[in-house]
């Protein structure tokens, strides 16, 4: 949820999003751990230690993880003073704390924020979006970005994702483990222990549906949150247009490596225009984008 002093429009319908969401991530992590239980009696030390590693490892590290993936470089005022002056600027319109600003070298045009709260925020734009877009369009990009960590869903997706994860860890080790040989086939266990990589499918397949529908939704709050608080819907409009057109001539191979990070990008990267991913997009298409905003500007115009 937003701190009470940020000056970020509230969105309920992102909180009420964010909370369904984990309340069904954690059902879902709970049904799956009381399954690897069953089936591995003897084990559940082993187990309990694994998970709750990887949960506490998953919480405090996977932001850092990924922004040391995206070549994020943490940058002084001297080193930018441009876009250190643009996140001021944000930040004394929302009247929030400073967060880490970086520096991914990367033609790429794209932005992005990590952080668990706002005194671990971090937020990095691509040198190839600061070559492209004008002051006020970079300010649109950055307020979005800066909107993610006022309304903690950095967080929340750090933490959805986590049971895909553990689900892919855990049927790597079912299916390489050689536990199954070691229960008698008429055993329950030993049977249950059979089904373990197919039900590791579905809690994944679910994870990834339930972090993907938030996802989108949150992208779209931080579009709102963004016009409303720079009051200039139409640059942010401006900047999403011009990243879209210029990700068509950025090469296949640059892409591909941008694509396993699109969940936390301004903007997703796609290695080929007809991409089966955006059926099941992080996004929403750039028409419902440039359509909310649309209907902003002309809000705020009245």
């Known amino acids: 949820m937003p701190r009470a002093r940020s000056r970020y429009a509230p969105d309920r319908g992102l909180t009420g999003r964010m909370v369904t969401t984990m ?74 704390p400073k967060p880490k600003v970086a520096i991914a070298e990367s033609d790429v045009p794209n932005a992005f924020a990590t952080g668990r709260s706002e005194k671990t925020a971090l937020v990095c734009a691509t040198t190839g979006l600061l070559r492209r877009l004008e002051p006020e369009e970079l300010e649109g990009v950055l307020a979005h970005e800066m909107s993610h960590v006022a309304h903690r869903d ?46 590791s499918a579905v809690v994944y397949a679910i994870s990834f549906l339930l972090t993907r ?15 409303l608080l720079t009051g200039r819907p139409s640059a942010l409009a401006s900047a999403l247009t011009k990243v879209s057109g210029q990700m068509a001539r950025i090469p296949t191979e640059d892409l591909r490596k941008a694509e396993p990070y699109n969940a936390f990008y301004f903007m997703p990267a796609f290695s080929a225009k007809e991409s089966l991913g955006r059926l099941f997009s992080s996004h929403p298409t750039l028409e419902q984008r440039l359509d909310q905003l649309s209907r902003i500007s002309t809000d705020l115009s009245r």
């Open 213 to 227: 529908l938030l996802s989108r939704y949150r992208e779209l709050s931080a579009d709102r949150a963004a016009a």
């Open 154 to 199: 950095v967080a929340v997706m750090t933490i959805a994702s986590f049971l895909g994860v553990l689900a892919g860890i855990i049927t790597r080790i079912a299916l390489w483990g050689g536990f199954a040989r070691s229960r008698p086939g008429n055993d329950p266990a030993g049977i249950l222990l059979l089904l373990i990589p197919l039900i």
């Open 23 to 96: 309340f069904l991530i954690g059902l879902l992590y709970v049904v799956f751990v009381g399954v690897l239980l069953a089936a591995l009696r003897g084990s559940w030390p082993i187990i309990l230690i694994i998970t709750g590693g990887l949960f506490v490892a998953q919480f405090w590290f996977s932001d850092r993880i990924a922004a040391y993936g995206m070549g994020a470089r943490e940058v002084t005022p001297e080193q930018a003073p441009e876009l250190h002056g643009a996140i001021d600027r944000i930040c004394a319109l929302a009247d929030m």
